[in-house]
């Protein structure tokens, strides 16, 4: 017996000898192809790029992988007891392997040839998501587990599980439990129910397959075997088990939770960090804070969108998006398909309409079921003609409608609002006038049909928005707001065209000579030629390229002062931003700081600014501007200015602005600030040649919209006013400091000179100390020469 047992204790011996040294050679033969684990410790995990609000609002994620970093801390145990119970029941006892597992892997090996993975620990998981293949080879799993051998002995359990939970990839793009939580369910991993943790649990092994969207009964066998599990090690109760059991599979797919929309703008800050930091941006877990505020961002998409869709109804119906059928309708479950294929463009929903009353129409709206489209709903549709002509009234729904048309409607206060995608499109964007911070962009109608963001990038004529401009260049040849410019046609040669040039005011009515204040108040076209004429072309073309305007493709002619040249309405408001801050030009930026995936502060944004005119220029136009809000008198007689409707709507008294339209109005603009806010609002067709037309008075139209023609202080200072509500909230009325270089004297309305009296006819007015002040009046002559004159000047 002793000599058997003798022997025994020799194979034995042999055995751990030889097991050892061919281990030994294992690992002499794949040590050189081990990675250095260490670097677990500062691992890296592949988390999108965030874009951010101010206030923190998620408003887009970029990154293939869908992933959210939580510490174990985070997680709720019984998530934790999911995935232990399923994949790794004794990982807090093993040293990184599980010899048991290893054995019945190689056993089936041997028996019958086939590679399969066996029961790979948690640690042995880390190993190979982070480090290997997922090829199933001898190789790879020899190397797997003295990677697993050494990860064990440099970081805690407690580690390895969190790099687990944050790194296993779970189906639909979702890496992670706190991704999967999201995708799956569009949670948080602490509002999970027991039922969605052991889904979750269950996935490790075939993402693909055992996803509750994509194999919802293999989803659900596969939570079962994770229940049964923890049930098995008692981390549930007979009773939670079987609540858990019975809940039914509720997965669906659920996108980024974004809580914020502002596309274009995330698109800007977007391209700034490609720019940046390259493709690598996409998964280094930046967060990046742009300079918007949710409150104002939400009031600008409803103040574009509103009025948009309001010029739409302006101008009549184009008819349904298309007809389903003739005679015989779909069934429901037909209608309810094709709808839940169509897209919905915020505020407009699809809907079909399935059957058509006298002054009523039965429809069924996209995720909302069958809805009822009232006479109230539908009768401002007349039928669209042109942009400028609309057909007549419309008398019963027939007149507009018909079963099987999919149309667009759009929820009010009272009820559904028959609607349609504009045609018409148009930007907001709105600064800080101090340093030149984004508040809130927005690049069109709606991102999803075009992408093109003409807050940034339409270069559009700017009309009479430019005539701050050539008003500013004019008071440094030494005119004041009180000199007089003759306000009378001009009827003068062109000799390059060989035709005469013959610029109107709109309205085509002239005041003869007028104060300056006036006619930048009034947009008095004449008066802005004459005032270039004095000023000289090319200091204007300077004073344009002093304010950021780019001008190497302007013509050099008088068409300039009513707005030939072109800008974006970004440039514009940055324009009037130097206005708005006392003569200092200012960068517009969108990026306010990036923080990298810790938290830590990689990029911070330094404002800069360049005083490009003087505090007493800025000034004067300025208050001039606010005079454009509020109108004047002269010689008792009231006139309104152009953007008077902004100082009814807000009542505030620093407010400054200027309208703008273009010839045959294709563009209509409104540029305006207060000391804590500047924006600029523009409508148009991206058709350039298209006009924006006029409408003919209609009473069904909601909110009593008035009739005529389009133009910047009827389509684009409506938006404006819309967004400043929100956006000056919380701004108190801000007086202006007058700058020491000023002083005011009052002045005769009607002659613009420094006057004593006290009479209603006159009014207190600025002047610049030590600068000689200009009168001039500009004679009208009829065929006066291109660029001749006839001046009375005077100095005073």
Excluded at 699 to 712: H, T
Excluded at 724 to 749: C, G, Q
Aim: net charge neutral.
């Amino acid at each position: 017996m002793l000599k058997w047992l003798s022997r025994l204790f020799l194979l034995c011996l042999f055995l751990v000898f030889s097991g050892t040294t061919a281990v030994f050679a294992l690992y002499q033969q794949v040590k050189a192809d081990l990675p250095d684990v260490s670097a677990l410790r500062e691992i890296q995990l592949d988390v999108p790029l965030r874009i951010l609000s101010q206030d923190g609002e998620l408003i887009s994620q970029f990154g293939e992988q869908k992933r959210d970093p939580v510490t174990l801390a985070q997680l709720p145990p019984l998530l934790i007891d999911a995935f232990l119970a399923t994949e790794d029941a004794r990982f807090y006892e093993h040293p990184g392997i599980d010899p048991i597992g290893i054995a019945r892997a190689a056993m089936v090996w041997l028996t019958t040839g086939e590679k399969r993975q066996g029961a790979s620990t948690i640690t042995q998981q880390v190993a190979r998501n982070f480090f290997l293949s997922r090829e199933k080879t001898v190789t790879r799993k020899v190397k797997e587990i003295f990677l697993a051998l050494h990860i064990e002995s440099l970081l805690t359990k407690g580690e390895i599980l969190e790099l687990y939970l944050n790194k296993i990839p779970l189906g639909n793009r979702a890496h992670g439990v706190s991704a999967a939580a999201q995708v799956y369910y569009g949670k948080t991993v602490d509002q999970l129910t027991l039922a969605e943790m052991a889904m979750i649990a269950g996935l490790p092994q075939a993402p693909s397959l055992l996803n509750p969207i994509r194999s919802p009964e293999r989803a659900a066998e596969r939570r079962a075997l994770v229940l049964g599990r923890m049930l098995e090690l008692g981390k549930i109760s007979r009773q939670d088990y079987q609540l858990a059991m019975a809940a039914p599979v509720a997965a669906s797919y659920h996108g980024t939770q974004i809580t914020l929309s502002a596309p274009y703008l995330a698109e800007m800050a977007h391209q700034f960090a490609l720019a940046r930091y390259g493709e690598s941006a996409y998964g280094l877990g930046l967060n990046i804070y742009t300079t918007v505020h949710a409150k104002e961002q939400e009031a600008a998409n409803r103040a574009l969108t509103d009025r948009l869709l309001a010029y739409d109804l302006r101008h009549g119906y184009r008819g349904a998006e298309t007809q389903l059928w003739q005679g015989r309708p779909w069934e429901d479950n037909r209608i309810q398909q094709y709808l839940d294929e169509q897209p919905g463009y915020w505020p407009l929903e699809p809907a079909v309409v399935t059957a058509v009353q006298a002054h009523s129409a039965t429809i069924v709206v996209k995720e909302k079921g069958k809805q009822q489209l009232s006479w109230d709903g539908m009768k401002w549709a007349r039928r669209y003609i042109s942009d400028s002509r609309q057909g007549h009234p419309p008398r019963r729904a027939g007149d507009i409608l018909e079963s099987g048309a999919q149309i667009w409607v759009r929820p009010t206060a009272d009820g559904w609002l028959l609607s349609q995608i504009p045609e018409v499109n148009g930007a907001l964007v709105s600064l800080r006038p101090s340093d030149g911070a984004i508040t809130a962009l927005v690049g069109g109608f709606n991102f999803s049909l075009n992408k093109f963001n003409r807050a940034e990038q339409a270069r559009r004529q700017m009309g009479s928005n430019i005539k701050p401009f050539i008003y500013s260049a004019a008071l440094d040849q030494g005119f004041g707001l009180s000199s007089l410019i003759d306000d009378a046609p001009i009827d003068s040669w062109d000799p390059g065209k060989g035709v005469p040039w013959r610029p109107r005011n709109s309205p085509n009515v002239y005041d003869g000579p007028i104060r300056i204040r006036e006619a930048l108040a009034r947009s008095k076209n004449v008066v802005s030629i004459r005032l270039l004429r004095e000023t000289g072309i090319d200091h204007a073309l300077t004073r344009l390229q002093q304010f950021g305007f780019d001008t190497s493709d302007i013509p050099p002619t008088e068409s300039l002062a009513l707005g030939s040249p072109s800008a974006t309405p970004l440039e514009m408001a940055a324009g009037y931003a130097t206005f708005a801050n006392g003569g200092l030009k200012v960068e517009p930026y969108v990026v306010e700081r990036i923080e990298d995936a810790r938290g830590n502060i990689i990029y911070r944004h330094n404002p800069v600014s360049q005083r490009i005119i003087s505090e007493e220029n800025a000034f004067l136009i300025t208050d001039a501007l606010t005079s454009a809000i509020r109108g004047g008198s002269t010689r008792g007689k009231q006139w309104n200015g152009t953007g008077r409707r902004a100082g009814l709507a807000l009542a505030r008294r620093d407010i400054a602005g200027k309208t703008g339209t273009t010839n045959r109005s294709r563009d209509a603009w409104f540029s305006g600030f207060t000391p804590d806010r500047v924006a600029t609002a523009w409508v148009g067709f991206d058709d350039f040649s298209r006009p924006l037309g006029r409408t003919a008075y209609n009473p069904n139209l909601p909110s009593s919209q008035v009739s005529g023609g389009e133009f910047g202080a009827s389509t684009a200072l409506p938006i404006w006013i819309d967004y400043m509500k929100a956006a000056l909230a919380e701004f108190p009325v801000r007086s202006r400091a007058v700058p020491a270089n000023l002083y005011s004297a009052r002045i005769d309305t009607y002659t613009g000179e420094i006057t004593t009296d006290t009479s209603v006819d006159t009014r207190e007015e600025y002047f610049e100390i030590g600068k000689e002040l200009r009168r001039v009046t500009i004679i009208h002559q009829p065929g006066e020469g291109f660029g001749e004159r006839s001046v009375t000047e005077e100095l005073f």
